[in-house]
């Protein structure tokens, strides 16, 4: 079992683990959550077991994925935040891009979880990971991630589309980051 742990300000950010299936069905089960990403929340268990075995796995392929989420105040699972190494679809015409997302179950929405985490993970990307650039995508209609990528500095690309669905792309470069931390 991986000691990782990374405690910001209200939660305490993991890898995941399958102990966390009930926490993972909550979050992608709720139609609310997946309202600006596709519309298609899961059935049943095994789809959010399977959710989680192909993060463990991103972990051990690609060194990262998104990290699990607990509330410090109550111990909860929360949903997830963090970086993940897109190679295995395309966004905007790029393959093999990192971005930084986060997914929470909603009654811990709105009080700055996603900024926080995102934040955590930013720092880790450049200075811990070393990494160029950092990737975000929200919908066009996703206000509060929308909100949550330019809160945390990153900058707004272009509109593209995901399928049908207009689509924002934002970036962060190293120097752009390195800039502002001096
Ligand atoms: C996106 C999401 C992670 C945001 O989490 P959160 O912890 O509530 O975000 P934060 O509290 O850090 O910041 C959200 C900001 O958006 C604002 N916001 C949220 N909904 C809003 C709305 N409808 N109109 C205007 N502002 C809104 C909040 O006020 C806050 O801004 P502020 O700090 O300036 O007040 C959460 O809504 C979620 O899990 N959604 C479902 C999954 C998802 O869409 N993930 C992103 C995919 S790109």
Known sequence: MSAFKIKTKNLILRHLRESDLLGIYELDSDPLVHKYLGNKPIKTKEEALESIKSNILQHKERGIARWAAIEKSSGEFIGWSGLR?????????????????????????????????????????????????????????????????????????????????KANWYELKKDEYAKRMS
């Not at 190494?85 to 990192?98: A, P």
């Not at 066009?140 to 945390?152: E, R």
């Open 85 to 165: 190494l897109n190679n295995d679809l395309t966004f905007n015409n790029q393959t093999n891009f990192y971005d930084v997302g986060y997914r929470f179950i909603p009654r811990f929405w709105g009080k700055g979880y996603a900024t926080e985490s995102s934040i955590v993970a930013m720092d880790y990307f450049f200075t811990t990971m070393k990494k160029e650039l950092l990737i975000g995508v929200a919908e066009i209609d996703n206000i509060a991630s929308n909100k949550v990528l330019g809160k945390i500095g990153l900058q707004f690309k272009e509109e593209f589309k995901i399928d049908d669905v």
